[in-house]
């Protein structure tokens, strides 16, 4: 048995096939630095100290970017490290 086509599909399969041609040019035509680079934090593939110490460099602009307090500044936080509690006499609870 023979499958016929309607001109329909037919015509949706070119388009479709015509779209991935058009794809595949523009990737061949990205450099090789555009076409490798990293889209998110997690594609970087280094040692885990290089990495949390871009990902510290980045929260840095924080402060600057969002007026954000920095990793640092919140570690000082009670919320946080309970350890820096003041009670109301400035002691360590």
Same mark, same amino acid.
């Given at each position: 048995?023979? #499958?016929?086509?309607?001109?329909?599909?037919?015509?949706?399969? =070119?388009?479709?096939? @015509? /779209?991935?041609?058009?794809?595949?040019? /523009?990737?061949?035509?990205?450099?090789? !630095?555009? /076409?490798?680079?990293? %889209? /998110?934090?997690?594609? !970087?593939?280094?040692? #885990? %100290?290089?990495?949390?110490? !871009? !990902? %510290?460099?980045? @929260?840095?602009?924080?402060?600057?970017?969002? $007026?954000?307090?920095?990793?640092? =500044?919140?570690?000082?936080?009670?919320?946080? $490290?309970?350890?820096?509690?003041?009670?109301? $006499?400035? =002691? $360590?609870?």
């Amino acid at each position: 048995e023979e #499958e016929t086509m309607s001109v329909e599909d037919f015509a949706e399969m =070119q388009r479709k096939k @015509k /779209k991935i041609i058009e794809l595949k040019a /523009k990737i061949a035509s990205a450099s090789w !630095l555009t /076409k490798y680079a990293p %889209r /998110k934090f997690t594609d !970087l593939i280094s040692d #885990e %100290r290089s990495n949390r110490e !871009l !990902l %510290r460099w980045l @929260k840095m602009w924080d402060k600057i970017v969002f $007026n954000k307090k920095t990793p640092d =500044q919140m570690m000082n936080h009670s919320i946080i $490290n309970p350890s820096v509690m003041k009670a109301s $006499n400035g =002691q $360590n609870r």
